[in-house]
């Protein structure tokens, strides 16, 4: 998560990676949850600078907001998650696995030797299958031209050792397709990278089911 908004500008040499990418959101359902998936988020925005990559996904009118920040360096990552007046927010410890992804934690990985480009960065590609086959098989295309160390560290694709550019992943029943549509490189403010206030703190499972509850 527009297609046509792309920007080539590299990364400045010499200068740590910081910026903004906005990738395009589809899905292979026509209903999730009893909604339509025309009113589910259809853009997610990921900002990165100093070790800190936070990613966006929001929809209906701001009524849903999920957010994940991870911080690269000490391994630890905070979610909120935000439907019309509720608010809720994780807070995972050091090297704890991050939520909302445990149905992926059985993939397997298969590097290809094909490559192609993504709003102007070369990637490279892999295959991402599972044993149980509850899954179907997604391609991954990831770049190593943004200059992020470890990118997925905090993730179920922490072994790719670059920046996804296009994926799958799943929220609740809602089986996600994810391309970038745009990049660029700028300052992002390090308030960004702040958890919220008056948030309620849950636990993982807890944040977890309040989101397999919206989207099943």
Not at 115 to 120: C, L
Not at 135 to 146: N, V
Not at 158 to 185: C, K, Q, R, W, Y
């Amino acid at each position: 998560m527009i297609l046509l908004l792309v920007n080539c500008k590299r990364k400045p040499q010499g200068e740590a990676a910081e910026g903004e990418i906005k990738f395009k959101i589809s899905y292979s359902q026509e209903k999730v949850g009893g909604y339509s998936t025309s009113f589910l988020p259809k853009e997610m925005t990921m900002q990165f600078s100093n070790n800190m990559v936070k990613s966006t996904i929001a929809g209906g009118l701001g009524f849903f907001v999920l957010v994940n920040v991870s911080n690269l360096k000490s391994y630890q990552h905070t979610t909120w998650l935000k439907f019309i007046d509720k608010k809720y927010i994780y807070e995972g410890g050091k090297k704890e696995s991050p939520c909302c992804f445990g149905m992926l934690a059985d993939m397997q990985l298969e590097y290809t030797d094909k490559t192609k480009e993504i709003t102007g960065l070369l990637c490279n590609h892999a295959i991402a299958s599972f044993r149980n086959n509850e899954i179907e098989p997604f391609d991954i295309w990831y770049t190593e031209e943004l200059g992020i160390a470890n990118p997925n560290s905090n993730s179920p694709f922490n072994d790719i050792p670059g920046v996804l550019l296009e994926f799958n992943t799943l929220m609740g029943n809602a089986n996600m397709h994810m391309i970038a549509t745009s990049h660029n490189f700028q300052k992002i403010p390090p308030k960004r990278f702040l958890a919220p206030e008056n948030y309620r703190s849950v636990t993982k499972n807890e944040i977890e089911r309040i989101l397999e509850a919206l989207m099943n």
